[in-house]
Structures are given as structure tokens and as C-alpha cells.
């Protein structure tokens, strides 16, 4: 199996453009998790999924952020309007199901957003 | 609240010397705990996790981790540690009732000196 894959791997935009990161699950996991990582908050949870539906999406910053399925295996997260402090490591997992939080969760290689 | 610790940001160890990085967490229940590894510009790899029984885990490149309900710890440990170590640690608990939500701790850096 390829794993978890997350395209763009590198990103750099400017300030006030729509951003977008793709994350494809590894075939057969039904839950989906999208991290924010940098210096200042090490990883963050934005969102979860669970059979496409967001189950917690708490962590997501501001409405500025959203996150879809649109199908079992690929998800979006969106940022629209960018801003100079959404710059850091954006990571999505995925796991076989969620399971009371004993489920491995599986990590892509992570998209590197740099808003200037 | 649930949270993890990590209380040392960075070490740094010559290579063949034993290691280990510290953990503390807090939460009400029997956790589920485990310690991923991020090497640069990588993504996060899953070393080992606890759920329940024998409380020493074995893991991935001869890591282990020793679970300590009563110190509320789980440091992660390897006997010999190669230069191919160096990379980030984070250690989290994942949280029973947000199904699969994991917390992570700050992450220790480990450098190693030939």
C-alpha cells in the first residue's frame, strides 16, 4: 500500500488566496485526522473523520478553515482567506476505524504551507 | 484535562549509548499511549503503543517503552542508540471517549554525536 498521500507537498502563496490540501486515506481506513504543526503549538488536531462524516471539528481555528469528504478516501482541507500565520506543517492521518482512541493512526508526509 | 508531557526539548547522546526519553500524562483512565517518530521533512511513524497487559511494549529499530501507572509515565527507551536515531519523538495518549483523538506532547528532539 502507498500510505497516507498528501498533495501539494510544498506550498507558498500569498496573503488573502485560497488554499488547498489533499489527502488521500490508505485504502480500507475509514477515519481521517487533520494536524497543524508548528514551533509555537507542536501538532494540533483541527478535524476528524469517520465514515466521511466530521465527528470533532473543535480544533479547527476560524471559519477561515474547512475540511471535506467528498468520498471515502480523499479529503480536502481549505483555507480561504490565507494568512501569513497559517504558515506551518499541515499533516493528515488515517486509521482502520475509530476505535475509543487504541486505533494506530498513520501519517502522510505532510504539506508544507509558507503564506507570505 | 488530558494532556502529555514531554519535559525535555532536546537531547543529545553519543552514538552506542543508551537512551531514553521521558513522558507524563495525565488522564483519568487507563490510557492508550504511544511514541511516534518524525525524521525531517517526514511525516510521523508510529514506534509503539500500550493498551492494556505486559506494561513493557516492544517497538520498531529496537525501541521499548515501560508503562508506569503509578509515576504516570511511559518513557521510551533503546539500549544502543545509532546514528540513524536522530529525529524528533513525540509521545501521546489517545482519548477514549473522542474516539481516536489523539494528544500530543511537545516532542524531544535527539541528537546524536558520533
Known amino acids: 500500500d502507498a500510505g497516507v498521500i498528501q498533495s501539494p507537498r510544498h506550498e507558498v502563496t500569498e496573503m488573502g488566496q485560497e488554499v488547498t490540501l489533499r489527502c488521500k486515506l490508505i485504502?480500507?481506513?475509514?477515519?481521517l485526522f487533520w494536524y497543524r504543526q508548528t514551533m509555537m503549538r507542536g501538532l494540533e488536531l483541527l478535524i476528524y473523520?469517520?465514515?466521511?462524516?466530521?465527528?470533532?471539528d473543535s480544533g479547527m481555528p476560524e471559519d477561515r478553515f474547512s475540511a471535506k469528504m467528498p468520498n471515502a478516501s480523499f479529503s480536502t482541507l481549505k483555507i480561504q482567506p490565507s494568512e501569513p500565520r497559517d504558515s506551518a506543517v499541515y499533516f493528515c492521518?488515517?486509521?482502520?476505524?475509530?476505535?475509543?482512541?487504541?486505533?494506530?493512526?498513520?501519517f502522510g508526509p505532510g504539506t508544507r504551507l509558507l503564506v507570505l | 484535562a488530558q494532556s502529555v508531557t514531554q519535559p525535555d526539548i532536546h537531547i543529545t547522546v553519543s552514538e552506542g549509548a543508551s537512551l531514553e526519553l521521558r513522558c507524563n500524562y495525565s488522564?483519568?483512565?487507563?490510557?492508550?499511549l504511544f511514541w511516534y517518530v518524525q525524521s525531517p521533512g517526514q511525516g510521523l511513524q508510529l514506534l509503539l503503543k500500550?493498551?492494556?497487559?505486559?506494561?513493557l511494549v516492544q517497538g520498531i529499530k529496537g525501541f521499548e517503552a515501560e508503562f508506569k501507572r503509578s509515576q504516570s509515565s511511559f518513557n521510551l527507551r533503546k539500549p544502543s542508540v545509532h546514528w540513524s536515531d536522530a529525529a524528533e519523538y513525540f509521545c501521546?495518549?489517545?482519548?477514549?471517549?473522542?474516539?481516536?483523538?489523539?494528544?500530543f506532547g511537545q516532542g524531544t528532539e535527539l541528537s546524536v554525536k558520533p
Open positions: 501521546a495518549v489517545g482519548v477514549y471517549n473522542q474516539g481516536g483523538k489523539l494528544i
Open positions: 473523520f469517520n465514515n466521511n462524516v466530521p465527528i470533532d
Open positions: 500500550y493498551f492494556s497487559g505486559d506494561t
Open positions: 492521518a488515517s486509521s482502520l476505524r475509530l476505535a475509543g482512541g487504541g486505533e494506530t493512526q498513520y
Open positions: 485504502s480500507g481506513h475509514n477515519s
Open positions: 488522564y483519568g483512565a487507563t490510557p492508550y
